[in-house]
């Protein structure tokens, strides 16, 4: 559920910022296939993927943080 939530977040700001899954992973050193789980909700986002992805649509991790957080 809560790596679901993250997921949206992440998906909808990537989108809002002109960023395919594939230039976004690129740009953060993972695979598409690893962003792509992340965004399905398949896989928790670590730590440090949360931030690496805040720097990297330059919006803060608030911001990406799921409302019941």
């Given amino acids: ?11 909808a700001y ?3 910022k002109g960023f395919t899954q594939e230039s976004l992973a690129k740009s953060l050193g993972i695979s598409v296939s690893v962003l792509g789980e992340v965004e399905r909700g398949n896989r ?17 991790i608030d911001e990406l943080r799921p409302n019941d957080e």
Avoid at 1 to 11: F, Q, S, T, V
Avoid at 46 to 56: A, F, M, P, R, T
């Fill in 44 to 60: 928790k986002p670590s730590e440090q993927l949360i931030i690496s992805v805040s720097k990297e649509l330059n919006v803060s």
């Fill in 14 to 16: 990537r989108k809002l």
């Fill in 1 to 11: 559920m809560e790596a679901e939530k993250w997921g949206r977040r992440i998906r």
